[in-house]
């Protein structure tokens, strides 16, 4: 029997799936609509409408199918109820990149990463090379540019 993997996720992130899902359900009835409507039309093997419909029905479906997923296996976690040294999920760490620049970064899940507003996910390289450390730890990182080097100095559960 297959163990169902936990999907870690902050509150936020929860919220934002489910209200993707009411949407795209809300959704369903104007797509068959839509189908009904290019049916209407005649033949089916020509007809563009028909055929947008029923790959934008498969979508649909498909991301419904995803987000059930991801929020059958959430595993909901506050950061504000957290501490310790150590970087974990749901962690704000502050690193130092080489020019002594500070750089922020709250570890979250998959689906809620955004670097553009510091927010990584837990399985990206910089987020798997920050996951255990601890204040003034050095954290090499090889990225597409090249490699990377931090220091982590400060952790924050906020």
Known sequence: MATVEKMPMLQ????????????????????????????AHGDLSENA???AAKERQGQIEASISDIEDKLSRAQIIDPKEMSGEKVVFGATVTLLDEDEKPIRYQIVGQTEADANVGRI??????GRALIGRKVDDEVEVTVPSGDRYYLVSKVEFI
């Open 12 to 39: 936020e992130g929860y919220e934002k799936l489910s209200v993707e899902l009411k949407r795209l359900k809300a959704e369903r009835p104007l797509i068959v609509d839509a189908i009904e409507e290019a049916r």
């Open 49 to 51: 409408e028909y055929h």
């Open 121 to 126: 996910s837990y399985n990206s390289p910089l």
